[in-house]
């Protein structure tokens, strides 16, 4: 079946940049949207952006300013990106699938397992 | 962006109990609404999609409803493995937003 697995340091200085990897296994990253949420530790859930496939990218204007989310097909991953972070990035991370799914809208519908990205010197 | 608010952020009941959670846009998002189960630790589980539509593999004791700005998610019977949180998000327009999540608690 589909997974995707979150990779990445857990451990980010303040003022660096957040990098983190997700790998598709199980199916071909064409033809899906490609996106990145996290969660605050107790909080609730942020969209930060997808990339599709072919590289169309959107991003949550409350973080486009320091995010870039990229696809490497070859690789059938897709990377994140945050830079300039501080403590209020801390944050568990997912990568997610989002489809289209027929007679029934769209949803993230495959989940990584998150990723725990902790900003502290 | 579209503000989503769900009520209550928490909720105490039984096994067996019927319970409804609402979800509350600031504007109208058609039907474009999805329902998500995050159990402690685990990433969030798709439920609902097309604020109605059950997704394969769900129990039939979860159901969705509404358009436009009102939404509701029931659980008709309230099963042990469903003390969770529960989030809405819209996908009508982006930046897709979540609500803030209601937590279901065991009585």
């Known amino acids: 079946q589909v997974q995707l697995q979150e990779s990445g340091p857990g451990l980010v200085k303040p003022s660096e940049t957040l990098s983190l990897t997700c790998t598709v296994s199980?199916?071909?990253?064409?033809?899906?949207?490609w996106n990145w949420v996290r969660q605050p530790p107790g909080k609730g859930l942020e969209w930060i952006g997808y990339?599709?496939?072919?590289?169309?990218?959107n991003y949550n204007p409350s973080l486009k300013s320091r995010v870039t989310i990229s696809v490497d097909t070859s690789n059938n991953q897709f990377s994140l990106r945050l830079n300039s972070v501080t403590a209020a990035d801390t944050a568990v991370y997912y990568c997610?699938?989002?489809?289209?799914?027929?007679?029934?809208?769209?949803?993230?519908?495959?989940w990584g397992q998150g990723t725990a990205v902790t900003v502290s010197s | 962006a579209i503000q989503m608010t769900q009520s209550p952020s928490s909720l105490s009941a039984s096994v067996g109990d019927r319970v409804t959670i609402t979800c509350r846009a600031s504007?109208?998002?058609?039907?474009?609404l999805g329902w998500y189960q995050q159990k402690p630790g685990k990433a969030p589980k798709l439920l609902i999609s097309?604020?109605?539509s059950l997704q394969s593999g769900v129990p039939s004791r979860f159901s969705g409803s509404g358009s436009g700005t009102d939404f509701t998610l029931t659980i008709s019977s309230l099963q042990p493995e469903d003390f969770a949180t529960y989030y809405c998000?819209?996908?009508?327009?982006?930046?897709?937003?979540f609500g803030q999540g209601t937590k279901l608690e065991i009585k």
């Open positions: 997610a699938r989002r489809r289209r799914i027929p007679a029934a809208g769209d949803a993230f519908d495959i």
């Open positions: 199980g199916a071909s990253i064409n033809n899906y949207y």
């Open positions: 990339v599709y496939y072919s590289g169309t990218i």
């Open positions: 504007q109208g998002i058609r039907n474009d």
């Open positions: 097309a604020a109605s």
């Open positions: 998000v819209q996908d009508y327009n982006y930046p897709l937003t």
